[in-house]
């Protein structure tokens, strides 16, 4: 269980402060408050009922894309096999496991530098990225780009990753773990 204190600098330290303090507190150590939430990092399984991140394929380490239940690599055959008419349960019975990757590091963000591009050919972090392909300048000729960066403010960064991850040694800006 994490030991909940008020925020370092909070003036408000009355008895109302206190009050919510510990009403969370008990609703955190009650038994219908999930364990998997109640630690100070947070180790979802891999295949959770609800927040499951690995690929469905049997053995298959890889990461599962946002809106489906396999990795961009299973996904791409899944589509290609219900193409020809395959079924899911064959597909899955027949897919291969796939090792796990790495993410790619595409540097900072040339307009905020304290995010991660997501992108090696505009290096672009996910919001300014989004702007560009879609927003005020989806109807921009390319060639528009550098004068479009110019124009555009930087967003906080995210801070430094606290999590023990096993693709980087130490704490870092931007974490690519779910990358």
């Not at 947070?42 to 380490?61: E, K, M, N, R, T």
Request: aromatic share 8%; hydrophobic share 35%.
């Amino acid at each position: 269980m994490i030991p909940l204190t008020l925020l370092p600098g909070r003036t408000d330290t009355t008895r109302i402060g206190r009050d919510r303090l510990e009403l969370l507190t008990a609703l955190i150590e009650a038994p219908a408050f999930d364990p998997l939430f109640r630690d100070t990092l947070i180790f979802i399984p891999p295949q959770h009922p609800v927040y499951a991140w690995q690929c469905a394929v049997d053995g298959c380490l890889r990461i599962r894309r946002v809106s489906h239940n396999l990795c961009n690599t299973h996904n791409l055959e899944w589509e290609q096999a219900e193409r020809t008419g395959q079924t899911k349960r064959a597909f899955m019975d027949a897919a291969t496991a796939l090792p796990a990757v790495r993410g790619v590091d595409y540097g900072r963000c040339l307009i905020c530098p304290d995010r991660p591009a997501i992108s090696p050919t505009t290096r672009l972090c996910q919001q300014h990225q989004t702007r560009w392909q879609y927003g005020e300048a989806a109807d921009m000729d390319r060639t528009r780009f550098e004068h479009w960066v110019r124009t555009q403010h930087p967003l906080p960064g995210y801070g430094l990753c606290t999590a023990q991850c096993p693709f980087w040694p130490a704490p870092h800006w931007g974490c690519a773990c779910s990358t």
